[in-house]
Each structure stands twice: as structure tokens, then as C-alpha cells.
């Protein structure tokens, strides 16, 4: 069974970073693509980052220049390092493992970002 697990999330302010992780069990992790989804309050989920199993990284349009995804498949485990963050990232970010750009077979439980001014 493939479990998820989300870390790293918190509040911060304006301009700030944080780094989010997720450990994967349950699958062969070199091989599947994974993702960084998020839910902000009133909005649809968004596809905010991807990482295939070649390591070639797609953004949204809103987060690129600021977030960087990576994966270091010795432990299982995605990240997305968030810079100069802005109160419009704030939302329930979810990690996601699947195929293709929009991996989306299994989910995380989310952790919750939160930018203050």
C-alpha cells in the first residue's frame, strides 16, 4: 500500500521560505513520477510542480523563479523548496505520486502553508 506523508509546513511571513517534504513507502519510488499539488480556500486545486523519474521539473507559471522541486530517491522523498513566498501560496499543499505530468494514483494527507504580511 503506497503512503504519502507530508512535512514542513507552517506559517510565514511575506518574502519568507519553507521547505516541504513527503516520504513515500510503499512503491518503487525511482520510477514514478511526483508531484506538489495545492488548495487554497474558495479555489480549485492546482498542479503547482512535477518531477518525472528522469528528473525533468514542470512549474506553474505563478511559482516559477520562487519554487524548486527535487527528489532524492535514496529516501523516498520529494521536496519543494518555496522562496520568496507570497499570501497568495497560501494553501493545504499536497503531495501526489502517479505517470505523466499530472501524477495523481495516490495522495497525501496535505500540510498547511500559511503567508502572513
Known amino acids: 500500500q503506497v503512503q504519502l506523508v507530508e512535512s514542513g509546513g507552517g506559517l510565514v511571513q511575506t518574502g519568507g521560505s519553507l521547505r516541504l517534504s513527503c516520504a513515500a513507502s510503499?512503491?518503487?519510488?525511482?520510477?514514478?513520477?511526483m508531484g506538489w499539488y495545492r488548495k487554497a480556500p474558495g479555489k480549485q486545486r492546482e498542479l503547482v510542480a512535477t518531477?518525472?523519474?528522469?528528473?525533468?521539473?514542470n512549474y506553474a507559471d505563478s511559482v516559477k523563479g520562487r519554487f524548486t522541486i527535487s527528489r532524492d530517491n535514496a529516501k523516498n522523498t520529494v521536496y519543494l523548496e518555496m522562496n520568496d513566498l507570497k499570501r497568495e501560496d497560501t494553501a493545504v499543499y499536497y503531495c501526489?505520486?502517479?505517470?505523466?505530468?499530472?501524477?495523481?494514483?495516490?495522495w497525501g494527507q496535505g500540510t498547511q502553508v500559511t503567508v502572513s504580511s
Open positions: 501526489a505520486q502517479g505517470t505523466g505530468w499530472y501524477p495523481s494514483d495516490y
Open positions: 510503499g512503491s518503487i519510488f525511482s520510477i514514478k513520477a
Open positions: 518531477i518525472r523519474s528522469s528528473g525533468s521539473t
